[in-house]
């Protein structure tokens, strides 16, 4: 790391592991502070920058799962173990773990939306004493779209898991995986104490604002409630305007907002 946060530092790539044809996690290396949600800028001279979400902390490594569907991404793809990708962050305000500690904990995410919270189920998941129960909802468009399917495996000793695709033959739809929009799935959840329960929503924007208004109608409050906003970004650090909303910078008071705030910025 430099002392100048937006300059970028060379990070290895000591592990990549492959989710589907067009989805890959790359193992950074990286020391320092860093917390789930927060994002790195990702760039490669000559191509550019992207902003891309941490999915994962380790002992001197980071985890970016990343899409490839442009101009900087399709040139991450071609790189492998070993080489070098410059970074500048992390950057925003990440999930705070204190916001859930004690609490019964609902997440919802929708395909690559699982990336950005899956440090913090992987969190609980480890900690399950830490919260007082935790389900965790996730959808993808079909089963050959399924992030971190080893992972859910794992949470499921832990916590409740609905793994749902939208649609699927029944040939290929693993055993554990249900049909339907994550939506059609928010009643089964079955929480004691729904006004102290929290929830984390992060996704497409039509999945978010469904989920969270399914949330609100199982009498959840709009206080307990976050999201993650993915919004375009440039410097991602509050100095460019790229990604403000009226007074808001994204890149710096987000990319997690309670939903109080969140619902003025939820397309
Ligand atoms: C806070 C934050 C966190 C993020 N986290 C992640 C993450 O964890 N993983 C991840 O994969 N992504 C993440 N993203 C999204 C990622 O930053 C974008 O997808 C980024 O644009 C990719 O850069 P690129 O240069 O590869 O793609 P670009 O070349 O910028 O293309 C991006 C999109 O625009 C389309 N496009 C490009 N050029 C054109 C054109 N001329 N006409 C029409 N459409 C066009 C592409 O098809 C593509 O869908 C995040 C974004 C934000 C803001
Ligand atoms: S990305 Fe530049 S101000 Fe937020």
Same mark, same amino acid.
């Given at each position: 790391m430099t002392d100048n946060e937006y300059v970028p530092f060379l990070s290895k790539i000591t592990e990549i592991i492959r989710h589907t044809d067009i989805e890959y996690t790359f193992r950074m290396t990286y020391d320092g502070d860093v917390k789930p949600g927060q994002f790195f800028e990702v760039s490669i001279p000559k191509y550019g920058e992207a902003p891309i979400s941490v999915s994962g902390i380790g002992d001197g490594t980071v985890d970016l799962t990343i899409r490839k569907v442009g101009k900087v991404t399709n040139e991450v793809f071609e790189h492998t173990m070993g080489d070098h990708l410059f970074l500048r962050g992390p950057y925003g305000n990440g999930f705070d773990l204190d916001d859930y500690r004690g609490r019964e904990l609902v997440v919802v995410a929708g395909g690559t939306g699982l990336s950005p919270v899956r440090g913090v189920v992987d969190h609980f998941a480890r900690?399950?004493?830490?919260?007082k129960g935790m389900t965790l909802i996730t959808g993808f468009k079909?089963? #050959?779209?399924?992030?971190?399917f080893g992972d859910l495996a794992r949470w499921k000793q832990s916590m409740e898991v609905i793994l749902t695709v939208d649609c699927a033959d029944d040939g290929d739809k693993p055993a554990a995986c249900q049909i339907g929009l994550v939506t059609e799935h928010l009643p089964k959840v079955k929480l004691g104490d729904i006004s102290r329960a929290v929830a984390i929503v992060v996704g497409p924007p039509a999945m978010m604002r469904f989920s969270v208004l399914g949330l609100l109608e199982l =009498?959840? #409050?709009? $206080?307990?409630i976050w999201i993650s906003q993915e919004r375009k970004m440039c410097?991602?650090?509050? $100095?460019? =305007?790229?990604? $403000?909303?009226g007074d808001v910078y994204v890149c710096l008071d987000g990319p997690v907002f309670n939903y109080t705030k969140g619902r003025t910025l939820i397309d």
């Open positions: 900690h399950p004493e830490e919260v079909s089963p #050959a779209d399924i992030l971190f =009498g959840f #409050a709009e $206080k307990n410097c991602g650090i509050g $100095k460019c =305007g790229h990604c $403000k909303i």
